[in-house]
């Protein structure tokens, strides 16, 4: 396929958008919802904050998660991923390796900078 429309890629995108209940910051890359929300959580963001969609970096289409100043930990470890749930539907949404590993203390704050989740154009 060589061409795919940027409203299609946006309407994937807001639907993204529209479901997102939390983020989770876990101990390895989830598979499924119970992974991210229970088995490798660390620390939860509510209703994360996005902008977009926007052009993407290189090509096609992006969301950013916006920088997190205020996640909750709720376990001591090292957080390497991040989860995108719809808690509703209990349905993992996006996973994704953080720009590097986290060392994270229960009952603390953690911080995360801004991420893309993208859309190539075809090639």
Same mark, same amino acid.
């Given at each position: 396929?060589?061409?795919?429309?940027?409203? *299609? &890629?946006?309407?994937?995108?807001?639907?993204?958008?529209?479901?997102?209940? =939390?983020?989770?910051?876990?101990?390895?890359?989830?598979?499924?919802?119970?992974?991210?929300?229970?088995?490798?959580?660390?620390?939860?963001?509510?209703?994360?904050?996005?902008?977009?969609?926007? =052009?993407?970096?290189?090509?096609?289409?992006?969301?950013?998660?916006? #920088?997190?100043?205020?996640?909750?930990?709720?376990?001591?470890? !090292?957080?390497?991923?991040?989860?995108?749930?719809? =808690?509703?539907? !209990?349905? &993992?949404? #996006?996973?994704?390796?953080?720009? #590097?590993? &986290?060392? *994270? !203390? #229960?009952? =603390?704050?953690?911080? &995360?900078?801004?991420?893309?989740?993208?859309?190539?154009?075809?090639?």
């Amino acid at each position: 396929m060589a061409f795919i429309d940027d409203s *299609i &890629l946006d309407a994937a995108l807001d639907a993204l958008d529209g479901a997102i209940e =939390n983020l989770y910051i876990t101990s390895q890359e989830a598979t499924t919802y119970a992974g991210a929300q229970t088995t490798y959580k660390l620390g939860t963001k509510a209703t994360p904050t996005t902008t977009g969609p926007a =052009n993407g970096d290189a090509t096609g289409r992006k969301l950013t998660i916006d #920088a997190i100043t205020d996640g909750t930990v709720d376990a001591t470890g !090292t957080a390497t991923h991040w989860a995108l749930c719809d =808690n509703s539907a !209990t349905l &993992l949404l #996006a996973t994704g390796a953080l720009a #590097a590993p &986290l060392a *994270i !203390t #229960a009952t =603390n704050t953690f911080t &995360l900078t801004a991420f893309d989740v993208e859309f190539p154009d075809p090639a």
